[in-house]
């Protein structure tokens, strides 16, 4: 979650026991714009104003809230600020409880192993204290795992990588597309690399181009060759 720069002003005047109020308002607008953009699936979530030391006053102006770190929902800060002259400034630690149907292993998975759609499943958690947590099986299906996952583990970004489709010195299959016409001729490939990433390929004629890789031993040219044998 990123660091919230929002804000919601509100008119005068605002009676003092109002203000933790405004501050739940504020923190709970934020969660929910930021549950929508996220993309989690059927996002619940509660919020608790922590009471502060320091007295509370009224204000005779209008109050503006402002969220002044928002990255992790599990500890949240606000600020609370009267405008004028005799004004005054809060700060307030905002804990939230965020749940969502998130990515979780289904089965224990080896290093290296490439995810299916078997190895994957949704299921609701609290992820107030989890940045990097999947909720589209999407993101996970076709990735490898780091190191050894064991079955319920909640599945995470960082426990996660691309997998190399392609080896230096393997066949590879150079696919060109264009509307509903596809050609295809054999090459070698002359790096790695994972999906969407760009390598050098050698095709059947000796020149050298450079490739997107798009599946296992399967590449799109990109742009013009970068030599042939000529050269």
């Given amino acids: 979650m990123l660091l919230c720069t929002h804000f919601s002003a509100v008119a005068a005047p605002v009676a003092a026991e109002q203000v933790p109020g405004l501050v739940e308002a504020a923190a709970r607008e934020h969660l929910t714009r930021w549950t929508e953009s996220s993309g989690l699936v059927e996002p619940q979530f509660t919020v608790a104003v ?27 800060r606000f600020l609370a600020t009267c405008a004028g002259p005799n004004g005054w400034r809060y700060e307030f630690i905002v804990r939230a409880s965020v749940s969502a149907r998130i990515a979780m292993v289904a089965t224990d998975i080896s290093p290296g192993k490439v995810l299916t759609d078997e190895d994957v499943l949704l299921e609701r958690h609290d992820i107030s204290g989890l940045p990097d947590s999947i909720s589209d099986v999407g993101e996970a299906v076709g990735m490898s795992a780091k190191r050894t996952l064991r079955a319920g583990e909640i599945l995470r970004k960082s426990l996660l990588s691309a997998p ?18 596809e050609v295809s001729m054999a090459g070698e490939a002359l790096d790695a690399g994972a999906k969407g990433t760009t390598v050098r390929v050698r095709n059947a004629s000796g020149t050298v181009i450079r490739a997107r890789v798009t599946g296992m031993a399967t590449v799109e040219p990109l742009g013009m060759p970068i030599n ?4």
């Fill in 50 to 76: 922590v009471p502060g030391t320091r007295p509370l006053a009224a204000c005779g102006q209008s109050v503006r809230v402002e969220g002044a770190d928002t990255r992790l929902p599990s500890r949240m």
């Fill in 164 to 181: 190399t489709l392609v080896k230096r010195g393997d066949p590879v299959r150079i696919v060109a597309k264009r509307e509903d016409i």
């Fill in 228 to 231: 042939s044998p000529s050269q």
